[in-house]
């Protein structure tokens, strides 16, 4: 009997201290990894753990408002007025790039150059052959078969497409009265892969396609991407300078909760399809201390999380935005009124 | 022990027997009662939910939603019919290659088979039936559709390019070797090992004196199959077919994987195209609003679909009967 008395009293003690630590969150697959990697650290050193749910952006929002997570994530940023209707607070933690993806047969991977209008015209339909004119205008010396290419994208809704087809309405009056900006779009052609996996593996296996993915995930699978002009009419290399470079020269105050579009910014190295992903909580909440430690928990990502970051090729954001951040946080606050932060 | 001590003791002692009682017949009844009632009670539930569910979206769009091609997610504007479409044509598919298959294969295992042949087909077709869908799907999009697309797609297309009809039913514009076609295909190796096991167990269970008097009077083997097993068995065939339909019709995964997931309709049955099935595991998961409610609907129209074909297939079986 005593023997029982002690494991049920250490129980409660274990699940108590467990209940006090657990930070919850939900929302966004693409900041996956780097979330985990950071909850990993964390745990090292404060003994706080997170309990990171990765069910999509759509499903991130909804949990929020429906208040059963300390914080949601999303990739595709709520629009000022939805943050004002559901008393929500929104800001970024990590930015990464979208590059797209190619499959053509004597083309070595970052040889060819594609412009945005070329890349509308492609998922519109309206450019059918990989040696159209319009493309071997821009790529002298790169032998272009005359095939159909198989435009692929993401069939599920999700924050790259949101991020993809917000670039192409930036750089195509066409797409952007025809199709459109959303996590998942009425593709006029192409086939569609569900998830990363499902985009990368027809880009891999169907001859002369094209797909978009997540730079982080481009690299650590070693597909072959295409470089794309950006708004100084230069093509860089996709990597975390260019990501950097995008974010440098934004304006971060534009939108409310820093809600902007890092697609097309200007910069001579910027690379053109960037976004950030997004944090939500809500400004009142209703249990105050869980809200705290998941912004305990972003200001340590944003103080020792760079490298990590790095590491899985995602960019931090620029000191001055973290500043910034920190400064909105103050619209936090308990019951009494008082900033939790 | 006194009833032991009696027996022995006396001289004839009546057998005691028990009267029958009816209590556990009671008991037994009412409680497989409660297990047919369930299944109305569970039928009717998930109907109401589905319909409750997907109730603002047939309201917002009427038949409509129905009839119309058009999946926006940006303008909210939804339609299901090149989804219900989709279900249909990459079902019917599935039978057309399946079906013949099936029968094939449960004809030969019954009646041509060398005994040592037998036992490793049968077997793998129940370890067939076994492998779940994803894997179907994995394989598919890994092994089936690089494939198909080099040695059928590709040919097929360079071929047809241009000629009327044929052109438009069997040319790929982008020839991936995702596709409608596909899909169909990978749900025929699916559906079957059902069909084929049931249609053996049948054959099997058929009186071999049929059999025999038919061979007696001179029949050819083929004779026997199309005179005395196929109208034999008739019934339970096409019950195994229905059930094949049904699992053609559902299938998620496997689909999602080869079927090209566009939401729009193609005259090509090379073309990219989606299911009922397919869109929801596709958008399930960022659905919000109205988006969702025409999901349900979505269910609830497939929900219905295979109602139909059930009912169609009760038909077709009572009319076998008949003759």
Redesign the interface.
Known sequence: MRKILILAAATIGLSGVAQAADITGAGATFPFPIYAKWAEAYKKETNIGLNYQS?????G??QIKAKTVAFGATDAPLKGEDLTKDGLIQFPTVMGGVVPAVNIAGVAPGQLKLSGDIIAEIYLGTI?KWNDPKITAINAGVTLPDA????VYR????GTTFVFTDYLSKVSPEWKTK????????????????GNE?VS??VK???N?IGYVEYAYAKQNKLAHALVKNADGNFPAPDDKAFQAAAANANWNEAPGFGISLNNQKGAQAWPITSATFLLVHAKPEKPEEVQAALKFVDWAYKSGDQLALDLDYVPLPANVKDQVRNAWKGVTDPAGKPIF | MAAVTDTMTGPAAPVIRKTPKGTFDVVFRNASLLAALLVLVLLAGIMLSMVIGGWPAFREFGLGFITSSVWDTQNEQYGAWPAIVGTLSTALIALVIGVPLSLGIAVYLTQLAPPWFKQPVSTAIELLAAVPSIIYGMWGLFVFVPLFAAYVQIPLSNIVEGIPIVGTVLYSRSPSGLGILTAGFILAFMIIPFIASITRDMLEQIPSVLRESAYGIGATTWEVVRHVLVPQAGVSIIGAIMLGLGRALGETMAVTFVVGNANRLSASIMDPGSTIASRIANEFNEAMGLQLNALIALGCILFFVTFVVLIIARILVSRVKSY
Not at chain 1, 148 to 151: E, G, L, R, V, W
Not at chain 1, 155 to 158: P, R, T, V
């Open positions: 069910i999509g952006s759509g499903g929002i909804r059918k159909n290419i198989n435009p069939s599920d809704g999700s199709i459109g900006t959303n996590t998942a779009v009425q593709w006029p052609v192409g086939i569609g892969g569900k499902g593996a027809s296996q169907v001859a396609s």
